[in-house]
């Protein structure tokens, strides 16, 4: 079975779709000893195909790219939650997007992977077995995103090499495989998977010091995945109005308002305003409030951007990747 490179450090950082992982973030992450990852999720396969590119010419080191794994297709109307929505896109001067259903360009992006393999790939919103026998086949090692003990039993059965466990605190959307998984902490899914799986075990959710990442190797992963810790570097592509955010004393909630799949953020105005009517609808939601939270991020408002965060967003530096990395390192 293929296994995790070999890295000098016990950190691994999150892949992050949506532009905060740039190419430079993960050459900076991974010369700095960390295990680094290219986010394919919202990327076509040529987008991705290029960043595997830019991030070889910026590094030799080892790093890995994470697949959103297709989620079932279903027809929930977002009319009435547009209709909720419709001010703000008024107020910020563009129109909503066009609600669909769409598979992220899966199959071309795992094509390439298998064409043109990574020594790893993650995996989230899912475990397709086949997936992995064949990117296992290539010599890439495949680890799975798991938010709850059975997702774990179950990615294990299905052959990953490596399991990423997502604790409740994590910034951004959760990875479940089903829309209803409640949130688990970290601590708590940690010390159950431990006891059900010999795999090696990467742990994540708001993990933003060298001792909060000392306490998860010590409860038995081997690894600590750190998202919003590397928010606000300079080589990291998250808007300036987020990076400002993730520095103020903020409350984070998980919230479907942004794209209709939970996902945790500094509490805002269109997430306090929207929360009660938000549906389960991804990601036509994610495609109905693309130009909405595009456009408040151009005019740098904070009350209608998705401010994805981890609990642990206030201890995020601003600094250079490997100065955060290696203050993350117990
Ligand atoms: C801005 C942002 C984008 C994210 N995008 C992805 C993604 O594309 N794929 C994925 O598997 N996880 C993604 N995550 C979740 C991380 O994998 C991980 O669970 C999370 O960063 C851990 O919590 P932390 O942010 O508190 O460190 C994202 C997290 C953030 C903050």
Redesign the pocket.
């Known amino acids: 079975m293929p296994r995790l490179p070999q890295i000098e450090r016990p950190i691994v950082q999150?892949?992050?779709?949506?532009g905060?992982t740039t190419p430079e973030l993960v050459a900076a992450v991974a010369d700095a000893g960390a295990l680094g990852f290219v986010?394919a999720?919202y990327l076509t396969a040529g987008q991705l195909r290029d960043q595997i590119a830019a991030v070889r010419e910026r590094t030799r080191t080892p790093f890995g790219a994470?697949l959103?794994v297709p989620w079932p297709r279903q027809d929930t109307s977002v009319e009435n939650y547009a209709k909720h929505i419709a001010p703000d896109a008024d107020r910020l001067g563009v129109e909503l997007g066009t609600p669909r259903w769409d598979d992220d360009d899966w199959a071309a992006k795992l094509a390439l992977l298998l064409a043109d393999p990574l020594p790893v790939v993650?995996l989230?919103f899912g475990c397709p077995a086949d997936a992995i026998a064949a990117l296992q086949h290539v010599g890439s090692a495949v680890a799975v995103?798991v938010t709850t003990v059975e997702e774990a039993r179950s990615a294990a059965g299905a052959g990953a090499d490596a399991l990423?466990l997502?604790g409740a605190?994590?910034?951004?959307?959760r990875?479940s495989w089903s829309p209803d998984a409640e949130p688990v902490p970290l601590a708590a899914l940690l010390a159950d998977v431990r006891a059900t799986t010999d795999l090696p075990l990467v742990a994540?959710?708001?993990?933003?010091d060298a001792d909060a990442v000392r306490t998860v190797l010590r409860d038995g992963a081997a690894y600590a995945?750190?998202?919003?810790?590397l928010?606000r570097a300079p080589e990291s592509g998250?808007q300036q109005a987020h990076k400002d955010a993730l520095a103020r004393p903020a409350e984070t909630a998980i919230t479907r308002t942004f794209t209709g799949r939970r996902a945790r953020g500094i509490v805002n105005a269109f997430l306090r305003e929207h929360e009660d009517a938000a549906i389960d609808a991804y990601p036509q939601v994610h495609h109905l409030t693309r130009p909405l939270r595009a456009a408040a991020a151009r005019a740098g408002d904070p009350d209608r951007m998705a401010l994805?965060?981890?609990?642990?967003h206030s201890s995020a530096l601003d600094a250079p990747a490997a100065v955060i990395v290696r203050s993350l390192t117990p």
């Open positions: 999150s892949p992050m779709a949506g905060a986010a999720g994470n959103f993650s989230t995103t990423l997502q605190e994590a910034g951004a959307h990875g994540a959710g708001g993990l933003a995945q750190v998202g919003t810790a928010l998250a994805w965060a981890g609990t642990g």
